[in-house]
């Protein structure tokens, strides 16, 4: 529970922690503002609040925003274990023009009771994802470029959309080919020698 924890129900807060997620919120940030289950059920039953998953709502009344189920996915797995990984995050990036048809989230495999959320892929991984290889994309905290484009091509996403990933990574300047291939190399044979193939149309 945060320290500005709010002892009486103040709406003002929620609408604050919301608008910086697109209007969504949790349950447990509904309770740091004060307002308990039972008010929050009351909201929902009078449609101020609408029910997204288990302990993710939306304000009804807040503008819609692209990649909004993104949002409410990655809350609903939660905010400080999960990050926005793969094709999710290509698209994020605006790496590639590759379309998900499911949101990529990623945790550590260590993590237990992981929600079953309809079109959400969750990966877990013992490769950890340091501080430099995470981003934050309109609030969302997304893996970086690199990690990014390395975690595609090992899940196998389609190979001349991980080409697109690089050409335009390079482009953008938010990757360099030595830094491709040097992450490359913990990586199997198979995701390297599309990484250089890929670094070579750039060329």
């Known amino acids: ?38 008010l929050i059920k009351y909201h929902v039953d009078t449609g101020k609040f609408i029910r997204i998953h288990r302990g993710v709502y939306r304000l009804r009344d807040y503008p819609s925003w692209p990649r909004e189920e993104v949002m409410a996915a990655w809350l609903a797995v939660g905010k400080e274990r999960a990050v926005v990984s793969h094709e999710s995050a290509l698209d994020l990036l605006e790496l590639s023009d590759v379309i998900p048809n499911r949101i990529h989230l990623t945790v550590p495999r260590s993590i237990r ?12 991984t013992t490769r950890p994802i340091r501080q430099d ?13 690199v990690r990014t484009i390395l975690d595609a091509a090992e899940w196998g996403t389609a190979g001349e959309q991980i080409e697109a990933a690089v050409e335009d990574a390079v482009y953008q300047s938010v990757a360099t080919p030595m830094q491709l291939q040097r992450a490359a190399e913990d990586r199997d044979i198979r995701v390297q020698n599309l990484i250089d193939r890929s670094v070579a149309v750039t060329a």
């Open 1 to 38: 529970m945060s320290d500005m924890t709010h002892t009486k129900p103040s709406l003002e807060c929620l609408y604050g922690v919301a608008g910086g997620q697109m209007g969504h919120f949790t349950t447990a940030q509904a309770h740091d503002c004060g307002l308990r289950s039972n």
């Open 113 to 124: 009771n992981l929600p079953k959320i309809p079109m959400v892929t969750i990966h877990t």
């Open 133 to 145: 290889e995470i981003r934050t994309v309109e609030g969302i905290r997304v893996t970086s470029p």
